[in-house]
């Protein structure tokens, strides 16, 4: 049952989104995010902007990929961070655009990641 349909007052994500990127910017992302429960782009699949929480998506989605994410593709023009905590903190990894993560086995991300979003190309390297 979906208490929330109004994805544009409603969406946390939506709204980091906003504040990430501009218009512009976000017109231009072809193929997309795409994060996956298993290695190798398997499992389940979540296309998506970034997003705040998912602990918070996955109750409004009814599905699960909080700290369950194994894999992911960034098939976008922008750098992408990962989060092991919501709201973007915790530990923190990136991938640049076209890059992928076929396995986040071993690297201490996986079925860790709570919260992602897009960075703006040309920002500040990560540490
Ligand atoms: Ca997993």
């Known amino acids: 049952?979906?208490?929330?349909?109004?994805?544009?007052?409603?969406?946390?994500?939506?709204?980091?989104?906003v504040q990430d990127i501009s218009h512009e910017s976000a017109a231009a992302i072809s193929g997309g995010i795409a994060v996956y429960t298993d290695a190798n782009y398997g499992g389940k699949e979540r296309t998506a902007k970034g997003v705040r929480d998912l602990r918070v998506s996955d109750r409004q989605e009814n599905v699960l990929f909080?700290?369950?994410i194994s894999s992911i593709i960034n098939d976008t023009d922008k750098r992408w961070a990962f989060y092991t905590r919501a709201g973007y903190s915790g530990d923190r990894f990136t991938l640049e655009p076209g890059e992928s993560a076929k396995d986040l086995f071993g690297t201490g991300f996986n079925d860790k990641i709570t919260s992602y979003r897009s960075e703006a190309s040309g920002s500040a390297q990560p540490l």
């Open 1 to 17: 049952m979906t208490k929330i349909n109004n994805n544009q007052s409603n969406s946390l994500s939506s709204i980091e989104c």
């Open 66 to 68: 909080n700290n369950q």
